[in-house]
């Protein structure tokens, strides 16, 4: 996805002159617009605690945590596979799948979303949920119910589109489902905007935010 490390760019001389890589850490993957570009839905205040603060810290955890271990060269997504489900490497799943969680919640969105879905994807939501309300209803009911932290997905389920919840940090990735587009809830996701007032954080966001084309990529 959009996850990215640093490259040769870093590089350490050798005694014999030659140059050799240096270890590659994760880095912050740029957001997709302004941090105000959301706004009045999700304000440049929420975006600077949410993406400055909390992406960015599990992206600095992550690199500490992988340092000098079999998971420091490998992707995103082979260590969120190599390390889910076993407690002893719950730490690192956990920053791994929050930095990937997030960086699809980022491009989930868009400024002036929202509206009409592609056609290609309308007749998919059509076809398993009825219509496109019903979709989004459906989206919204079970990022509302979920309970404490977590994420509501669109997602392909082979060929039919599913809609599914996650809690804390785990991902339709380790369950052979693919994301198409997610809502994050946890609380730092809005609290600022909208206090305890979820449910109107989340209809904003599918009525004015949500990035159908993005879901429509994801399709592939």
């Given at each position: 996805m959009l996850i990215k490390k640093e490259s040769d760019m870093n590089k350490t001389e050798t005694s014999n002159s030659s140059t050799v890589?240096?270890?590659?850490?994760?880095v912050l993957a740029s957001l997709p617009y302004a941090e105000s570009a959301l706004e009045p839905v999700i304000t440049a205040h929420t975006i600077g605690f949410h993406y400055g603060k909390h992406h960015k810290g599990y992206v600095d955890n992550l690199n500490k945590l992988v340092a000098g271990t079999e998971y420091a060269e490998l992707s995103l997504e082979k260590i969120?596979?190599?390390?889910a489900g076993q407690a002893e490497k719950a730490p690192i799943f956990n920053n791994a799948a929050q930095i990937w969680n997030h960086t699809f919640y980022w491009n989930s969105m868009k400024p002036k979303g929202g509206g009409e879905p592609p056609a290609a994807l309308k007749q998919r939501m059509e076809a398993a949920f009825g219509s496109v309300d019903a979709c989004k209803k459906e989206l919204a009911?079970?990022?509302?119910?979920?309970?404490?932290?977590g994420w509501?997905?669109?997602?392909?389920?082979?060929?039919?589109?599913?809609?599914v919840k996650t809690a804390n940090a785990d991902t339709p990735l380790t369950t052979g489902l693919k994301p198409l587009l997610t809502v994050d809830v946890w609380e730092h996701a809005y609290?600022?905007?909208?206090?305890?007032?979820?449910?109107?954080?989340?209809?904003?966001?599918?009525?004015?935010?949500?990035?159908?084309e993005f879901a429509l990529q994801n399709i592939g």
């Open positions: 890589p240096a270890a590659s850490p994760f969120i596979a190599a390390t009911g079970t990022a509302v119910s979920q309970f404490g932290s509501a997905w669109l997602v392909l389920d082979g060929d039919k589109l599913k809609i609290y600022l905007d909208y206090q305890n007032r979820r449910a109107d954080y989340v209809t904003a966001l599918l009525d004015k935010l949500i990035n159908w």
